[in-house]
């Protein structure tokens, strides 16, 4: 066993989605927009809490954390999706996903990514279209974002 788990646990998120990826042909590319997105969000999240000077290693371990969790929520997607198709085959019906379940959970995410990207970019003082941050408000308002646990 490596010295430092996160090398076990790195090595194990990769092989799932790379497994992922192969089995699920249309759900791939999805999937890689998921990690560049969180990846994105994270390095923005960072530069943006320099910028602010509240840079926080605690914080930024919860900020992986979280990544970590969201793509156990994907994988738990996945098998979700795998789940049902094994089950209808064994009684006899054709109803396969096609990764549906997986794909709606994976947009989901990508779009809060997205918000929260934006939100970072937004701490920074840079400039964002003002239509564009009237979206990320409504999606905010709206439940896009959150999953009804309070902001930090």
């Given at each position: 066993m490596p010295d430092n788990p996160g090398v076990l646990i790195k090595a194990g998120i990769s092989s799932l989605f790379a497994a992922a990826a192969l089995r699920l042909d249309a759900l791939g590319d999805l999937l890689w927009?998921?990690?560049?997105?969180?990846?994105?969000d994270y390095i923005t999240g960072v530069i943006a809490a320099a910028y602010c000077r509240e840079l926080s290693s605690s914080v930024g371990l919860r900020g992986l954390l979280k990544k970590i969790g969201e793509f156990m929520v994907v994988a738990?997607?996945?098998?979700?999706?795998?789940?049902?198709?094994?089950?209808?085959?064994?009684?006899?019906?054709?109803l396969s996903t096609g990764g549906t379940v997986a794909a709606v959970?994976?947009?989901?995410?990508?779009?809060?990514?997205?918000?929260?990207?934006?939100?970072?970019?937004?701490?920074?003082n840079i400039p964002l279209p003002p239509y564009l941050m009237k979206v990320v408000g409504l999606l905010k308002t709206h439940g896009a974002t959150n999953n009804g646990v309070p902001p930090e």
């Open positions: 927009l998921f990690i560049v997105a969180v990846a994105l738990a997607a996945l098998l979700c999706d795998e789940v049902i198709s094994q089950s209808a085959e064994k009684l006899g019906a054709d959970v994976t947009v989901w995410l990508v779009v809060n990514e997205i918000i929260s990207i934006l939100e970072n970019i937004a701490r920074m």
